[in-house]
């Protein structure tokens, strides 16, 4: 039997205020996404020298994809020192990022240690100043990282309702040109220390049309609890940009009848983006198939009740396994259309167009819609993404 302890830490997802421009952010990152540029802020998380950086530097993080660029975020409980202090931080799973004291104050204890560097770190529309420190961070009751180099901030910006970052992302996805050395992240230092068996975690979603803590988060191992079957571990593409992050290849096909709309294409699997997003060419075909329309107000499909009544699944073929979208889960949902700017009752879908043709090397982006439906393991020990069907994914639940 392993030693090693399933820590469920829960997660609050919250949709962006302004929801009403969830195509535009999607669509906005997805772009960034497409020209390859790195999730969240600025390469790597490091003690910025002004005598090393220059203006290259800065172009890159005005550049990046900033964790606020995303329509869904999502925070988690983190407790830095001994004794600790708890701050909600916005988990990222594409950085390594972590730094705290945006909007709770940092307290030094017997476990702090002042590393006298100065961090100065901008994003896309956001931004932090402080001092780097080694201290010992806690996720959930009983995981512990001694050491863990970490950033606390004297002031930031854009941050506003949280405390800064836990970043997880995968190491080579947070590497830069003139970086320096990079800065082990809480993931790796969960392996190195032998807390964990690989530097891995996993998601798990419970569907909801509020911001709660809805949501679940496992470091080095899979919630067995949390999904049905096995997990379908596929390897991370080799079609760029895709490989630079938690990227995939599949086939997609519309209805019984297996109507193709995209075939072995890359793409990846991304938290923060909100929506489904294809390829313009698939995404054409799609709305054909439907016979769905723009809305004005949202940018979004819409169908009548006859057309939802007459949709039919989509079918992703990942690896040996084929995952099966509803036509109830390819809906927003209808609890939650006043966030988007819609109307009551109106049915919208959350399949939307990528904004590029296939063959890019970015063909979609499986967002937010679609991994509610599914249990999603990340592991950077052995390259690769791991899905999982659960009890929501055939739910009727929008």
Do not use: C
């Not at 660029?69 to 799973?93: C, M, Q, R, S, W």
């Amino acid at each position: 039997m392993s030693r090693f302890v399933i820590n469920a830490i829960p997660f609050e997802t919250r949709v962006a205020h302004d929801a009403r421009q969830i195509l535009a952010r999607d669509q906005a990152r997805a772009k960034k996404l497409l020209a390859g540029l790195h999730p969240h802020g600025p390469a790597a998380f490091q003690s910025k020298r002004t005598e090393e950086l220059g203006s290259e530097d800065s172009d890159t993080a005005r550049k990046s994809i900033d964790v606020t660029d995303a329509g869904i975020a999502y925070t988690v409980p983190v407790k830095v020192g001994n004794p600790p202090t708890e701050f909600a931080v916005l988990l990222d799973i594409g950085s390594t990022n972590t730094w705290v004291g945006a909007d709770k104050e940092y307290r030094q204890t017997g476990t702090s240690q002042n590393t006298g560097k100065t961090i100065d770190i901008s994003y896309g529309s956001g931004s932090f100043t402080g001092t780097e420190f080694t201290d010992q961070v806690t996720l959930g009751g009983n995981l512990f990282v001694k050491n863990q180099t970490i950033g606390v901030a004297s002031s930031a910006r854009g941050f506003s309702g949280v405390d800064g970052i836990l970043g997880i992302g995968p190491a080579d996805l947070t590497t830069g040109p003139r970086a320096g050395p990079r800065t082990p992240s809480v993931t790796e230092n969960l392996l190195v220390s032998g807390i964990v068996p690989t530097a891995s975690f996993g998601m798990a979603y419970h569907p909801t049309s509020k911001n709660v803590a809805n949501g679940e988060i496992t470091f080095g191992a899979a919630d067995t609890a949390k999904f049905t079957g096995s997990i379908n571990y596929v390897p991370i593409t080799t079609t760029a940009p895709a490989d630079q992050y938690w990227g995939i290849d599949l086939d997609l096909a519309y209805g019984a009848d297996d109507i193709e709309l995209l075939k072995s294409a890359a793409g990846i699997v991304d938290s923060g983006t909100t929506l489904l997003l294809l390829a313009s060419d698939a995404f054409e075909s799609y709305r054909l198939l439907i016979g769905a329309e723009a809305d004005a107000a949202t940018g979004l499909l819409t169908v009548t009740e006859d057309q939802f009544a007459d949709m039919e699944s989509l079918f992703f073929m990942i690896g040996s396994e084929t995952y099966e979208l509803t036509p109830n889960a390819q809906i927003w949902p209808r609890g939650l259309n006043a966030t988007i700017g819609g109307e009551e009752g109106k049915i919208y879908l959350i399949v939307a167009d990528l904004g590029s043709p296939s063959g890019a090397g970015l063909d979609f982006i499986n967002g937010f819609a679609f991994l509610q439906r599914f249990y999603t393991m990340y592991d950077t020990t052995n390259s690769r993404v791991g899905i999982a069907k659960t009890k929501f994914t055939n739910a009727e639940i929008n």
